[in-house]
């Protein structure tokens, strides 16, 4: 009998090694074979650790699972999908589940993330199997025809900066993956990376042949320890097999995988930061134009995309581009792997096409705030994205109907509050978090961010005409940064100060007594 207990960071923390100990001492003291396997997350992260049983009906779900809930497990015969307060029935009968269209996600959470057999019995490696019998430029070609933006916040089109990579002549290129996941609420990297590793080692190898890349970096950021393992266990098994090295698959082709870990640096997931950190200087944006397509790691032309968009590369290639491009609306196609996360009753991971409305989500899948109280304000985007309000929760998940209310989809993630949010409190957190993470190069950003602190606790604590004075001088501010600032992270950063003011303009004016 085959049971699975999660081996995801998520699932680890709330327990999900104590349940995998307590089973097999409980197996054992009954005399009973089973065969333990460690997958990744479901994304269902209220129901970790999630424990799930192989059955003659398929696999059934138990959870959330303590290691003291093991021994009445096995008295209900949860071997054999017993009956028990904690039984979900078949996992992919979940409401949660079954209502998705995991595509990048397929595999996370299903297989052994630390075997490639189970990888490859899954469907794995067929895309590169497609892509080892064409050309470069046609690689690209289905990329680009699929209408694949870039996960990582930009949704800049793939296939675009694949082929400038292609079109620019050089000796060396790189393929560059942004592992540098540090939005507050976003977590699909981590899953994929931790869940079904061998996605992202196929997506970048299919990337390194389409534009005539050797070698290949994932930047993975510090805070990810069982990532790293994850993901350098399966380059090892990779190289093993022949799926990586220098003549991959036979194919006379070559393609080298390496992990390098970040220091914690916020503005080393900027893509051109993130190439200074690289080559071993501090990470500092850079100028562009020349883009990293052209003149990218040590100067050479570089790929550079995130986790999901290189792990949805093999399926385009497998299935080809028609079939992803006609998942969507508008020009945002395929699906996204959106994180709900905050205040929640079910957070956790949602890969469904764009195209369904946030508050589908946060009421179908996240089920309202976990309070019971009423949902007053999303963050769409990570740290940088609009706070959108609950009159606008009807806008559906599409990058231009997103950037139509101020707002940004960024990489997917949803945080959401209650109507107990200081809105106030939230604009200051903003312009604090530019300020300790700006990378310092441009004064908009350095000093603009410190000075928006001080402003916006003046508007907190003073007066009526204090409040009027310092808004004024509030929005001019985050006019200049928008304007003057090198990169997103000082040109962003009045996006949520902006729509927490348009929006909840109420609790800066109400703020006397509650300041910061
Ligand atoms: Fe650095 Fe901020 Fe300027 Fe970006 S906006 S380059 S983080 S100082």
Redesign the pocket.
Known sequence: ITIYVPCDAGALSVGAEAVATAITAEASRRGIDVHLKRNGSRGLYWLEPLVEVETSAGRVAYGPVSADDVSALFDADFLHGGKHPLAHGPTSEIDYLKNQQRLTCARVGVVDPRSLDDYLAHGGYRGLAAALGMAGPSIVQVVLDSGLRGRGGAAFPAGIKWKTCLDTPSTQKYVVCNADEGDSGTFADRMIIEGDPFVLIEGMTIAGLAVGATRGYIYLRVEYPHAQRAMEAAIAAAQAAGYLGDDVRGSGKAFHLEVRMGGGAY?CG?ETSLLESLEGKRG??RFKPPVPAVQGLFGKPTVMNNVVTLATVPLILEHGAAYYRDYGIGKSRGTLPIQLAGNLKRPGLVECAFGLSLRELIEHYGGGAASGRPVRAVQVGGPLGAYIPAAQLDTPVDYEAIAAIGGMLGHGGVVVFDDTVDMAAQARYAMTF?AI??????T???IGSVRGVEVIDRMLTGDAVERERNEVLLRDLCQTMVAG???????MTPFPVLSALDHFHEDFTDHVGKAA
């Open positions: 503005i900027e500092q944006v530019c993470e700006s990378c310092g190069k441009c908009p950003c350095r600032s090198l990169c997103a992270l000082g040109g």
